[in-house]
T-cell receptor, first 114, second 111 residues
C-alpha cells in the first residue's frame, strides 16, 4: 500500500524539550516537504528537500531542523528555540519533474506544548 | 517574495448553487496551480490542477480557470452538495518543487 505516513498523530511536549516528528514515504518521490498549519494562515513551508542529503529552508525555518539521510525519510525536529510550536504539522512528497506535479500529504501530526 | 492571496476566507452557499474561490499569485514564473481539499481532521488532497499553458480545465462539477496576464486563477464548483463542505487551498509552483499555498477558504454548503 503506497503512501506517506506521519507519526505520531498526536504529540505532547514540555516547554524546553526538543521533539522529532516522523515522515516516511514509499512512493519513490524525490522531493519532500514540511508544512505548518495554523488556523486562518494556510500552509506555511518550513523546510523542503529535493534530493537525499540536501534540503532548503522555507519561510518559517527558525526553531526547526531536518535531515534527509534516506530518500524515504524526512524527519522534522522542533527545537526549544521554536517559541510557539503548538500547531498541526503536515509532511508531503512529490515526484521530481520540471513542470510541477501533485504533492501527496501525510495525515499530519498535532503537536501541543504543555 | 513569493505570495499567493486567496479569497474569500469563508464562503456559504445553498445546496445546488455554485461556489467560486479566487487566488492571485505574485511570481509570473509560476507554471503549476493545484487546488487541494481538506476535510475536517484529514489530509489535504488534490482535486484539480492546471498548468500555465492551459486557460481552463474541467472535471465534472469542478473547473479551474487561469489568467496568466492578471496572475490569477479560480476554482468553480457547480451544483454544490453537502459533501463539498471543506477547506480549499490553492497553490502556485515555479516547477522547483516548492509550492506556495494560499490561506484557505472554508466552504459551507447549506442543505
Amino acid at each position: 500500500d503506497g503512501g506517506i505516513t506521519q507519526s505520531p498523530k498526536y504529540l505532547f511536549r514540555k516547554e524546553g524539550q526538543n521533539v522529532t516528528l516522523s515522515c516516511e514515504q514509499n512512493l519513490n518521490h524525490d522531493a519532500m516537504y514540511w508544512y505548518r498549519q495554523d488556523p486562518g494562515q494556510g500552509l506555511r513551508l518550513i523546510y523542503y528537500s529535493q534530493i537525499v542529503n540536501d534540503f532548503q529552508k522555507g519561510d518559517i525555518a527558525e526553531g526547526y531542523s531536518v535531515s534527509r539521510e534516506k530518500k524515504e525519510s524526512f524527519p522534522l525536529t522542533v527545537t526549544s528555540a521554536q517559541k510557539n510550536p503548538t500547531a498541526f504539522y503536515l509532511c508531503a512528497s512529490s515526484r521530481k519533474t520540471g513542470a510541477g506535479t501533485e504533492a501527496f500529504f501525510g495525515q499530519g501530526t498535532r503537536l501541543t506544548v504543555v | 517574495g513569493e505570495n499567493v492571496e486567496q479569497h474569500p476566507s469563508t464562503l456559504s452557499v445553498q445546496e445546488g448553487d455554485s461556489a467560486v474561490i479566487k487566488c492571485t499569485y505574485s511570481d509570473s514564473a509560476s507554471n503549476y496551480f493545484p487546488w487541494y481539499k481538506q476535510e475536517l481532521g484529514k489530509r489535504p488532497q488534490l482535486i484539480i490542477d492546471i498548468r500555465s499553458n492551459v486557460g481552463e480545465k474541467k472535471d465534472q462539477r469542478i473547473a479551474v480557470t487561469l489568467n496568466k496576464t492578471a496572475k490569477h486563477f479560480s476554482l468553480h464548483i457547480t451544483e454544490t452538495q453537502p459533501e463539498d463542505s471543506a477547506v480549499y487551498f490553492c497553490a502556485a509552483s515555479l516547477g522547483t518543487y516548492k509550492y506556495i499555498f494560499g490561506t484557505g477558504t472554508r466552504l459551507k454548503v447549506l442543505a
